[in-house]
């Protein structure tokens, strides 16, 4: 099975950079993935790690450490409608591939 | 960019009736589509995997009779709650992939009320 843990909530400024970590557990991993989730709406992808190290979309960027079963997001230049529950996940490795959410941070950007 | 398209978007039923949710992918085959229950305030719960031209895959505590999965082709996902109760109230999310290393397509959810 899998066990992720995030941070539950989180408060930056409009502006600056936030960092967001992830550590799971798990008996069989194919990917960690970063979603965001604005309120009363479904996840949108966002930027996903199968190997170590760091991966940069724009302003998000995404980094793994499978030794250490560490991940983290960075979002930088935040915006206000940057504010969103942040969810991280883990696929398995198996043909189904499924995948098992943390119970996500809500970042709050403050002006 | 793969387009997961699901429906209704809202949903107020009686309890003890019958809702069907349908879920599809519009530019893409999906052998697999996932669903998720998200409660207010709490994660995406995975109830079952649908599998195209076989059974679902529930997972544990997840009623089979209750929530009644179909995937009749390969871009469609029907999950149906039967007898629903006050305490299905839920947001209910589909999803699906394209290709198999690639993320979740959700869909844009359906927010059932059971009154």
């Known amino acids: 099975g899998q066990n992720i843990d995030q941070p539950t909530e989180m408060t930056a400024t409009e502006g600056a950079i936030v960092q967001i970590n992830c550590t799971y557990q798990?008996?069989?991993?194919?990917?960690l993935f970063w979603y965001q989730q604005h309120a009363g709406e479904a996840p949108t992808f966002l930027s996903y790690n199968v190997l170590d190290g760091l991966e940069e979309k724009g302003r998000f960027s995404s980094f793994l450490s499978r030794s250490k079963g560490y991940s983290y997001l960075l979002l930088k230049e935040l915006q206000m409608k940057d504010s969103a529950s942040y969810l991280c996940a883990v696929r398995e490795n198996t043909n189904a591939g499924k995948s098992t959410f943390g119970d996500g941070t809500t970042l709050t950007v403050k002006p | 960019g793969a387009v997961v398209s699901q429906h209704p978007s809202r949903v107020i039923c009686k309890s003890g009736t019958s809702v069907k949710i349908e879920c599809r992918s519009l530019d893409f085959q999906a052998t697999t589509m996932f669903w998720y229950r998200q409660f207010p305030k709490q994660s995406l719960m995975l109830m079952a995997t649908s599998n195209e031209g076989s059974k679902a895959t529930y997972e544990q505590g997840v009623e089979k009779d209750k929530f009644l999965i179909n995937h009749a082709s390969l871009t469609l996902s029907t999950l149906t709650v039967t007898s629903a109760h006050p305490e299905d109230s839920s947001f209910y999310i589909c999803s699906a992939r394209d290709l198999s290393a690639s993320p979740l397509h959700f869909g844009n959810g359906t927010r059932l009320t059971v009154t």
């Open positions: 798990t008996s069989g991993f194919n990917g």
